[in-house]
């Protein structure tokens, strides 16, 4: 193998690991919007106004429905903005969305 094929391998190999690694996050990213506009349809803005994950319909999907369907990245968009602080818990497990802290987020638009 000359050196021209070992740096089409090397080069193959990189997309790969970066694809690996960036595909996920963005996708996850683009998710994010839409949690919140969930959260904001169903107005489980506010302690006050928190909501279980059936009723805000975010739910994992079961193995079988995840077979048959595109990968939902909604369930890691909600971890991340958990993370984030802009989803609060109560403490009896319900979720809501935290306006004040969205508003010093880069979600801040929506």
Known sequence: MDASGILFIILIVILFIL??????????????????KTFRQK?????????NMEELELKP??????????????QHALQFLIRADVVDITEEGEFFL??????LSKWRHL
Do not use: C, Q
């Open 19 to 36: 694809s690996v690694m960036f595909i996920p996050y963005w996708l996850t990213m683009r998710a994010v919007p839409k949690v919140i």
């Open 43 to 51: 107005n489980a803005v506010g302690e006050h106004n928190a909501m």
């Open 61 to 74: 999907k079961s193995i079988f429905r995840r077979m048959l369907t595109r990968r939902d990245y909604s």
């Open 98 to 103: 935290n306006d004040e802290k969205l508003m």
